[in-house]
């Protein structure tokens, strides 16, 4: 009888450890997400774009035809873009399916895979789609931005490629 009391107390602590070392493990995974490295010269800590005239850089923020699917960060025009991981480059990304010929001057970008993510970098012309590249190497250069938007927060967006939030990495 003794023995069948000392096992349950035993169990139930076990039990009671398990549940904890759980709630420690959700823990530990939020403090290790992967964060972006800095992405453009000149913005080492990564600043988001907030609201002008043109609209604002947070996810979710309105645009004319439903909202922003990604997270601008501020980078200037004709400033480097940097790896923010060791990155695969998988292609070219471009923003717009149907330029104005403005727009053309800024339609570029590359999809990238890298820090177990996949996303996008848009507003960049890359030196190459293809290849890999290690953190903090250049990936190419901001396009002319104020020439298409005069006045905006230039910056380079971020994008995931199932379109979720990418604010947590940042
Ligand atoms: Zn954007």
């Known amino acids: 009888m003794k023995v069948a009391i000392i096992l349950a ?4 602590a076990v039990l009671c450890e398990d549940h904890l070392s759980g709630h420690q493990e959700e823990r530990s995974q939020d403090l290790s997400l992967v964060k972006f490295g800095p992405l453009c010269s000149g913005n080492p800590t990564n600043r988001k774009r907030g609201c002008d005239r043109h609209g604002c850089g947070a996810y979710g923020a309105k645009r004319t035809h439903g909202t922003h699917k990604g997270l601008d960060i501020v980078c200037g025009d004709g400033a480097v ?11 070219m990304a471009a923003p717009y399916r149907r330029p ?9 970008g ?14 960049l012309k890359p030196d190459k789609y293809s290849g890999s590249l290690k953190k903090g190497q250049r990936i190419g250069v901001l396009g002319p931005m104020q020439r298409v938007y005069p006045g905006i927060t230039s910056h380079t967006h971020v994008q995931m490629c199932d379109r979720s939030n990418p604010t947590k990495y940042f």
């Open 9 to 12: 107390v035993l169990v139930a």
């Open 81 to 91: 873009v940097y790896a923010p991981f060791d990155v695969t480059l998988n292609g």
């Open 100 to 108: 104005s010929a403005a727009q053309k001057l800024i339609n570029n």
């Open 110 to 123: 590359v999809n990238l895979s890298g820090g177990g993510l996949c996303f996008k970098l848009f507003y």
